[in-house]
Each structure stands twice: as structure tokens, then as C-alpha cells.
């Protein structure tokens, strides 16, 4: 599945938008800022597979600060199964420079 970009994704959150969204970043980040996703960091990840695995056939979309800890979990996530994994381009760092926060 194609990546989202932080524009696109703010859109859909603005909307009122029902997504399946995770934070992959540590939570002394997600505590400074973060965009209401659950948390779930990347090391983590694997133990947790199983919280997740009704949304296997759903749209997941994960994040993290600059986009590379989201494309691995993507990889994971894909691996394990998920049809519909999309990753963040530019992360939070991206999302700030364009919003604020």
C-alpha cells in the first residue's frame, strides 16, 4: 500500500476520521508531542502483534519521528500479514514543521 503524507493524514483527522493509527516512536516522545495515536514503540511491537490482528485486512497507519522506525514497523507489520499498512512520509518531524505542535 502507498505511504500517507502528514498533509493527507491531517485532512483525515480533521475530518473526524476513524483511524487505525499507531505511534511507533518511545513514549518520552510520544509525552512531549504527539497527534493522538496509540502508542505502541517499535521494540515493542512484536510482543504486541496479537492486539493487533484484527486489523490485519484493515488500513494501519504508523508513524513515528522522521519515518524510518514506521517503515520498519510497516516491513513487521506486512511480514505478519497486514494487507494495508501505511507509513507516515517525514513523521512528526515533518508534521511539525508543517502544523506546529
Same mark, same amino acid.
Given at each position: 500500500m502507498a505511504d500517507i $503524507? $502528514?498533509?493527507?493524514?491531517k485532512e483525515r483527522l480533521d475530518k473526524g476520521e476513524k483511524l487505525n493509527l499507531f505511534d511507533v516512536r518511545e513514549v518520552h516522545e510520544f509525552e512531549a508531542f504527539n497527534i493522538g495515536a496509540t502508542l505502541i514503540p517499535l521494540g515493542e511491537l512484536p510482543g504486541r502483534i496479537s492486539e493487533l490482528a484484527h486489523l490485519k485486512n484493515e488500513e494501519v497507519i504508523v508513524h513515528c519521528r522522521s519515518g524510518a522506525r514506521s517503515g520498519q514497523a510497516k516491513m513487521f507489520l506486512e511480514d505478519a500479514g497486514f494487507t494495508n499498512v501505511r507509513n507516515v512520509l517525514g513523521g512528526m518531524l515533518d508534521w511539525q514543521d508543517r502544523? #506546529? #505542535?
Open positions: $503524507t $502528514t498533509i493527507e493524514l502544523f #506546529g #505542535g
